[in-house]
């Protein structure tokens, strides 16, 4: 595989929603990805977390998009419509970080800016530690820096309670057997109930659905956590070196949010923005606030370049 973009992937369930759909080879597999904007514009590469797809950014590419910058949307490996490998080694954290690594390749750019929601963030964490020079700035949502995460994993009851499920995920077949139960609903529910009413439209969850029921993703979707917790990785640096901003919604229900202000100590240039009254699902609850903030990080960095 070359990385360059292969094809232009038709997507009926996208009709209507910013982008096109490109399919992309990255690092021996297959992502599907949504791209806006001007094709000679400053790179801005878009993770989403769990249980989401591209569709989890998908208020925020227009914004970016018509500012001038070149958007990049992948589903991330397991998910949705791109590859899924076998296996719990294949969502190692190593191999998420060059998938995007690769999709900076095929987009022909040295660098990027990196945005990460959840999932998302922890790989946006890890590219900063691991590959600071394809980076021009980060930005993180609801995840904290991975240092951050494991001392207070370590020392925090409450963030142990709150971070049940990455323990039950671990258990073969049963996740997956309850997720896909009634449709899907557990992970519908997860959605409904830890987000601020109304966040999620019957149109949101049928895209989610869909996504969810694609062939093989529900596995390759718990098999992150299943790799994060057996193989335990830890990044080669603790200090952020890029421009970095972090977003938290203070009403995260699974994540403790002095997280988000402890991370700063990790970053050489960091900014805190919070949203008091938003969940972990800001990017939906708060998406013009949101966009708007990560255009201002995105150009005071292009300006000092």
């Known amino acids: 595989m070359d990385g360059s973009p292969s094809a232009v992937d038709s997507d ?19 992502l599907h990805t949504r791209q806006a904007g001007p094709e000679d514009g400053p790179l801005v590469v878009l993770l989403h977390g769990f249980p989401e797809f591209w569709y989890g950014w998908h208020r925020q590419i227009e914004p970016l998009a018509e500012a001038g910058y070149r958007v990049i949307v992948p589903d991330q490996r397991g998910y949705n419509r791109s590859d899924k490998p076998d296996g719990v080694a294949s969502y190692h954290i190593e191999e998420l970080a060059a998938d995007v690594v690769g999709l900076i390749d095929a987009a022909d750019r040295e660098t990027a800016a990196v945005a990460g929601h959840d999932w998302g963030a922890a790989v946006g964490w890890w590219l900063a530690l691991s590959h600071p020079d394809r980076l021009d700035s980060l930005t993180t949502v609801n995840v904290p820096h991975p240092t ?52 999620f439209s019957a149109t949101d969850i049928e895209h989610y659905r869909e996504a969810w029921t694609q062939p093989g993703a529900l596995t390759a979707m718990i098999n992150w956590y299943r790799a994060m917790v057996r193989y335990r990785p830890r990044p080669a640096r603790q200090q952020v070196s890029v421009p970095t ?19 700063l100590d990790y970053c050489d240039d960091g900014q805190l923005v919070t ?16 966009a708007d903030e990560l255009l201002a990080h995105l150009d005071a960095t292009v300006e000092q370049e």
């Open 148 to 199: 951050v995460m494991e001392q207070t994993l370590r020392n925090s009851w409450s963030q142990r309670f709150k971070s049940w499920y990455m323990l039950a995920f671990q258990v073969p077949m049963l996740p997956e057997a309850i997720s896909k139960a009634n449709n899907c609903r557990v992970l519908q529910r997860g959605l409904e109930d830890s987000s601020r009413p109304g966040t």
């Open 275 to 290: 949203f008091p009254s938003a969940t972990h699902w800001v990017l939906h609850e708060k998406p013009a606030a949101t």
């Open 245 to 263: 901003l972090v977003m938290w919604g203070q009403e995260d229900e699974f994540l403790e949010a002095k997280m988000a202000d402890e991370s």
């Open 12 to 30: 009926a369930t996208a009709d209507g929603l910013p982008g096109e759909s490109v399919v992309v080879d990255t690092n021996g597999i297959r």
